[in-house]
């Protein structure tokens, strides 16, 4: 995209603008990737009253929560920094006060990023602070950003093309931004002035951040924000069975953790997304396939593939373990049988991931207007494969489980059973999409194909289901 943006705009004299596109997008990528962070860590944290007892000051443990988060949009900023700084060296010319200028406006930039980031977080915690259900709330802003974001990169090569064939118009348009202008100078022109009006106001915002945080911190983190009054109703209690009350107790823990739901939960969002598209979009999916009569012969299993490498994204049981943390012993106590306790887990996101990843497959293959065998098949083989993928996140969890988290996300996000369950659904993939390619294209027709790889899935589910059962449950009989 970049060296889209420099080949159009360095010719043109509009070197200013490349480094301000340069401001704008990498600002945008620091602001989403960081703000519900700087929400949980800065005015959510856990053990926010456990380090204000420490002898430490309260403005060093600000500061130490601020490095981390500027840390993680360096690296964001990184992610489009390089390619700038590449198609700069190819298509402009460079000077030594301009590199110098471009290398302090990369490390100036995240702190803007993150002052405003600060005054975000600051402000969706204290509107949530006062909803009911808050990590509901928290959720849908999320994922309202991440979707944002994703259609913005689908879509950037139009824009991209749409900028560099109208570069004039929106120089014009951005030439009364004058801080962009300032920006832009000082990387393109070297202009040492420049440079010192981008610093005023990419630095004084951080530092104005910084200093009213600190005045109030001890305030802010322990003050008990105004919550929703429920009035208790008197009603009948209904008993009910061990597995409705454990799966309860599986949707609560769900429900309470935007972090675990965004993290584990997301394919679903894309599922549901790519449903609605195959219905919108079917006549231009159709008309790409049949274009290719060889493609068009391999849609099934070409379908297959990419339905399985959507819903592997979805894995509710690969962290369920280990977000037991300090309450194990709670669940451990319960005069249950440790069976129940994991099939819970398993039917709280079987019954989640289930109805979105057959929906995503029966519109895709209706738009493909695919036999009805084959459809048949492909819903089959999309069942077993969530099933599956929840029994190995299960196992992959017990196996690697880790209690002793501080912060959730370390679980739901970082635990070694997540990227462990990620890796063999994405492998599975890898191998199936080989094995039909490579060596049963030409050799069997594709029902036959469909129709082995719901055989393996099955051997395969049944296989992890015996675990889970056995071994499983010992191991999770003896977590420490």
């Known amino acids: 995209s970049f060296s889209q943006l420099a080949a159009a705009f360095f010719p043109a004299g509009l070197g200013w603008l490349y480094f301000a596109m340069f401001a704008i997008m990498a600002f945008a990528l620091m602001f989403i990737g960081s703000v519900f962070t700087a929400k949980s860590q800065l005015f959510e944290a856990k053990d926010n009253e456990l380090l204000l007892s420490m002898p430490v000051p309260p403005g060093m443990i600000l500061l130490s929560r601020l490095a981390a988060l500027l840390a993680m949009n360096f690296v964001l900023e990184l992610v489009v920094a390089l390619p700038v700084f590449v198609s700069w060296l190819q298509y402009g010319e460079t ?232 309450s194990y012993w709670i669940v451990r106590s319960m005069p249950v049988e440790t069976k129940k306790v994991l099939q819970a887990k398993l039917s709280l996101s079987n019954s989640l991931a289930i109805a979105p990843a057959l929906l995503m497959t029966l519109a895709a293959a209706l738009a493909l207007r695919l036999p009805a065998a084959e459809t048949a098949l492909l819903l089959a083989c999309q069942l077993l494969f969530v099933l599956l993928t929840a029994n190995v996140g299960l196992m992959e969890d017990l196996r690697h489980c880790n209690l002793d988290w501080i912060n959730e996300t370390q679980a739901a996000k970082q635990g070694a059973g997540v990227l462990l369950s990620m890796l063999l659904g994405f492998g599975f993939v890898v191998a199936v999409g080989a094995l039909y390619f490579f060596l049963l294209a030409e050799l069997m027709p594709t029902t036959a194909f469909l129709g082995l790889i719901l055989a393996l899935m099955a051997i395969l589910y049944a296989l992890t289901a015996r675990w889970l059962m056995t071994r499983g449950v010992k191991r999770f009989e003896t977590l420490r």
């Open 95 to 326: 000077s030594g006060t301009g590199i110098a200028a471009f290398v302090v406006i990369v490390l100036a930039l995240p702190l803007f990023s993150l002052a405003v980031s600060c005054l975000f977080a600051w402000l969706v915690s204290l509107v949530t602070s006062h909803m009911r259900n808050t990590t509901a709330v928290t959720m849908v802003i999320s994922v309202v950003f991440m979707l944002a974001y994703f259609l913005f990169c689908f879509r950037m090569n139009s824009y991209v093309t749409q900028l560099a064939a109208n570069g004039a118009a929106i120089a014009g348009a951005l030439g009364s931004a004058a801080p962009l202008v300032w920006l832009g100078r000082a990387a393109a022109d070297g202009s040492l002035a420049d440079l010192g009006l981008t610093l005023l106001w990419t630095v004084l915002p951080f530092v104005l951040a910084y200093v009213l945080l600190n005045r109030s911190f001890i305030r802010i983190v322990t003050m008990r924000r105004g919550q929703v009054k429920v009035r208790y109703e008197k009603k009948a209690m209904r008993a009910s069975s061990q597995s409705a009350a454990l799966y309860r107790r599986e949707l609560a823990r769900l429900t309470s953790s935007s972090g675990y739901m965004l993290n584990a939960g997301l394919g679903l969002v894309f599922e549901l997304v790519l449903a609605v598209l195959a219905v919108v979009k079917r006549r231009e999916l159709l008309g790409a396939l049949t274009a290719i009569p060889e493609l068009y012969a391999a849609a099934a299993p070409i379908l297959l593939l990419a339905c399985m490498m959507v819903s592997g994204m979805v894995f509710f049981t690969a962290s369920s373990v280990s977000l037991e943390g300090k």
